[in-house]
């Protein structure tokens, strides 16, 4: 079965610098995998997602992801963070039968 | 262009009570359609999904329903509230395998008192 790992609950990040969220994943085939976030109360919005060609996915907001299959990994990067940033960030896998998520890591934002 | 609507955005309902959240999509035909819940500290779990009217797959065993009436409607029921139904409910779409990624509405939330 599909599992998605994100082992950091919460990270705290002053502002200006830069954020690495972590992600990993299991999957038997060539994973489709994708990067939400969700403000509080809110529903999700994609950041990026990546289904083949280029390890390194551009997205919204200035992320950036980088896949790594040696690693089964998925980080999620932003070189400079704004306090806008804070929020709750879930990395998923998966494919036309639903999404698979991480339990979500919580950024917060310090001044 | 595609956009996917949820309702309402907040119940609060008695226990033992029915349920009925709905969700539509416009802009596409034949989409592939999901019941996400969120309870507070257990991430997002997979209700149901359907990939067409009538046809709905799920994947955890409780106490609610999903069908599909119609092409771009997704309805998920409960005859019986619980306290642990309480949660936030989001629907999503994705078109064929998902490649195009999935979109979610703006979800619903769900408190059982």
């Known amino acids: 079965a599909q599992s998605v790992t994100q082992p950091d609950i919460h990270i705290t990040v002053s502002e200006g610098a830069s954020l690495e969220l972590r992600c990993n994943y299991s999957y038997g085939a060539t994973p489709y995998l994708f990067w939400y976030v969700q403000s509080p109360g809110q529903g999700l919005q994609l950041l990026l997602k990546?289904?083949?060609?280029?390890?390194l996915v551009q997205g919204i907001k200035g992320f950036e992801a980088e896949f790594k299959r040696s690693q089964s990994s998925f980080n999620l990067r932003k070189p400079s963070v704004h306090w806008s940033d804070a929020a709750e960030y879930f990395c998923a896998v998966g494919g036309a039968d639903g999404l698979t998520f991480g339990k979500g890591t919580h950024l917060i934002i310090q001044p | 262009s595609q956009t996917i609507h949820q309702w309402p955005a907040t119940l609060v309902q008695p226990v033992g009570s029915p349920l009925s959240l709905e969700c539509t999509v416009e802009?596409?035909?034949?989409?592939?359609l999901y019941w996400y819940r969120q309870a507070a500290g257990r991430g997002l779990q997979l209700l149901f999904y359907?990939?067409?009217?009538?046809?709905i797959s799920s994947e955890v065993p409780q106490n609610l329903s999903a069908s599909r009436p119609q092409d771009r409607q997704f309805i998920l029921s409960s005859k019986k509230l619980l306290l642990s139904d309480s949660g936030f409910y989001l629907c999503?779409?994705?078109?064929?395998?998902?490649?195009?990624?999935?979109?979610f509405g703006s979800g619903t939330r769900l408190t059982v008192v």
């Open positions: 990546y289904f083949s060609g280029d390890t």
């Open positions: 359907s990939v067409g009217i009538g046809q």
């Open positions: 999503a779409w994705s078109k064929g395998q998902g490649n195009y990624g999935y979109t």
């Open positions: 802009g596409t035909s034949n989409p592939n």
